[in-house]
């Protein structure tokens, strides 16, 4: 988590920021691009024929998304583009749920020897932490984009952690950038410029409020969790053949202090 050094956190915030940039301006080009295509009563006419199948098909893949690898930002904004601000924050969090559900089923099913590789030597104390705030790991883990969520929450399920703390840290942590990103895609959709430029500069200062925020939440998780104690050896039964030298006693075996005594003289 830390940079390593001034280019070392350069690179860091240039990883965090361009998903993001990239994500806002290929969606902007494409309205400039094309404003009938991308119109949000297009959109919705083309959904028309699904009817109310629409947003339990969205859902459920926002549900699946974990598996495909892909930015759940980006859907986000689709969703908003689909089904306004309010809709599409609803859909989204409904599935961030089902996709913590899905990363804490596959996570105790496969075990831990993949999310040890996954989290590499930082694993022992990320498991410490999960384990004793589920909560607040989880929250962090997503308000924070340093943290990969998804792995995150993989190693806190390996961890033991319990599933209903880890899924109210991440529905709270991601309220506020599911909210920003839906907003974005539904104002760039509606055409209304300011909306969606205060969307999209929030996107950005929430970033960085949360890597900000996120890493000093963590080094005060770190610093409170006390790392585990060597196990104890177990007495080892002493070697046969000589006995043991107990203090107070001679090495040698014990022997009568009373002699016999030649018999008195005539």
């Not at 404003?35 to 297009?42: S, T, W, Y």
């Not at 859902?59 to 495909?68: D, K, Q, W």
């Not at 004793?132 to 806190?156: E, Q, R, S, W, Y």
């Amino acid at each position: 988590m830390n940079g390593g050094g001034g280019g070392g956190g350069l690179k860091a915030w240039l990883k965090i920021l361009a998903p993001v940039l990239a994500s806002i301006g290929g969606l902007t080009m494409l309205r400039l691009l094309g404003p009938d295509f991308l119109n949000q009563e297009d959109l919705q006419a083309f959904l028309e024929p699904m009817g109310k199948w629409a947003p339990v098909a969205f859902v459920l893949v926002l549900a699946v998304r974990p598996v495909t690898l892909l930015p759940g930002q980006v859907f986000t904004a689709v969703g908003g583009m689909l089904f306004g601000t309010r809709a599409a924050t609803l859909y989204s969090l409904l599935g961030s749920f089902l996709a913590t559900a899905l990363i804490f089923g596959l996570s105790r099913w496969l075990g831990t020897r993949l999310m040890k590789r996954m989290a590499g030597s930082r694993y022992p104390a990320l498991t410490r932490a999960a384990k004793k705030h589920g909560f607040k790991f989880a929250l962090l883990t997503c308000i924070n984009p340093l943290l990969p969520t998804d792995v995150m929450i993989a190693t806190a399920t390996a961890a033991k952690a319990r599933f209903w703390p880890l899924a109210l840290g991440v529905l709270l942590g991601t309220v506020p950038g599911t909210f920003l990103t839906a907003q974005f895609g539904s104002g760039l959709a509606q055409g209304r410029t300011v909306m969606t430029v205060v969307s999209g500069v929030g996107m950005v200062v929430s970033l960085v409020l949360g890597a900000v925020l996120g890493r000093r939440i963590f080094r005060e998780i770190s610093e409170d969790v006390p790392a585990d104690e060597p196990e104890k050896a177990e007495p080892q039964a002493p070697p046969l053949g000589r006995p043991p030298r107990v203090r107070g006693q001679l090495s040698q075996p014990a022997i009568s202090t009373f002699q016999e005594l030649p018999p008195a003289g005539p």
